[in-house]
């Protein structure tokens, strides 16, 4: 099989218009005051992260903040989403009125010049991509029989205790110095620290674990790691530079989380939290994109040490 070296498009018009898309999808969640980043179990048992019923694949990225916002925001049992094609094709059909979720995906073409094909260095052909997005539904939505008693799986100790181990691991492995002084949690790149509060000090377990994931992200910013950070320089507080490294560490914990299964039980006021970021994603449609990759970058070195 050849071998193709992709790079990313230039911008398209419908390249923005997937920009416009989920935003102002992720933005309507927040309006309801729903974070699709901060999910809650909100009394309605357990919370799964959306899946594609048909082939089985997990969602990454953006795709998770706009399919598990949904999921809460319409109370569906099953988180299971399939295009109108995988519907049809198990024989089933979408129920009238319900309308789809965008689902982003990238599209490759063949890299042109003066209408040739763009070779690289072996002789395959260059590749570029642009995002575009399809429709979705949820299992809910469609008349699937879906059995939604499904195993829950792990036992919240043990997914705690794994994802203890992670973080401490991550830790230990970039030598990265942990303290717990006082009851607020930060990261140093200065000094290449991490504080957080003793474990016993902390509201709930997910909300301990969030914050020890938020820093840990923010840690993978340091110049020998992922270098999104300048220890000379520290990011002024509430600019664009700032607000955008926040994103990726709250969205690089929520994924850590999910992955384990680790959800608030009870809801939280987050009024305050809610307007700013919709202030910010209203302001730059590319923003939601560009965290959600180097999250998801962020998250991959934390597991094995290597970038996504």
């Known amino acids: ?102 689902i982003v995906f990238a599209r490759y073409i063949d890299r042109k010049e003066n209408g040739e094909v763009v070779l690289d260095k072996d002789g395959n052909p260059e590749q570029r991509y642009f995002l575009t997005y399809t429709h979705g539904w949820n299992g809910d939505q469609t008349t699937l029989a879906i059995d939604v008693h499904e195993e829950a799986g792990l036992d919240p100790a043990l997914r705690q205790s794994r994802a203890n181990d992670l973080l401490m691991g991550y830790l230990a492995r970039e030598r990265i110095e942990l303290t717990h002084v006082g009851a607020q949690a930060y990261y140093q790149p200065s000094n290449d620290l991490i504080n957080l509060p003793d474990f016993c000090r902390a509201t709930s377990p997910a909300r301990w674990f969030e914050a020890g994931f938020h820093e840990a992200v923010h840690s993978t910013g340091h110049p020998k790691r992922l270098a999104r950070l300048d220890p000379a320089k520290p990011n002024p507080k509430f600019g664009p530079e700032y607000a955008k490294e926040e994103l990726v560490a709250e969205l690089g914990a929520a994924y850590v989380l999910a992955d384990f299964g680790i959800f608030e039980e009870q809801e939280q006021n ?27 970058t962020a998250v991959a070195f934390i597991k094995t040490g290597a970038a996504a």
């Open 270 to 296: 987050l009024t305050d939290y809610i307007r700013h970021w919709i202030g910010v994603l209203q302001g730059n449609k590319s923003l939601v994109f560009q965290a959600s990759s180097k999250a998801q």
């Open 1 to 102: 099989m050849q071998q193709m070296h992709r790079t990313k498009a230039t911008a398209t018009s419908e390249k923005k218009d997937v920009y416009t898309v989920v935003t102002n999808r992720i933005v309507d969640l927040l309006n309801q005051g729903i974070v699709p980043w901060k999910p809650c179990t909100r009394n309605n048992g357990s919370v799964r992260l959306p899946v594609n019923g048909y082939s089985g694949h997990r969602y990454q990225g953006v795709n998770v903040l706009t399919l598990l916002g949904e999921q809460l925001a319409n109370g569906y049992a099953t988180n299971r989403w399939f295009t109108m094609r995988q519907v049809n094709t198990l024989g089933a059909r979408v129920q009238k009125g319900q309308k789809g979720t965008p």
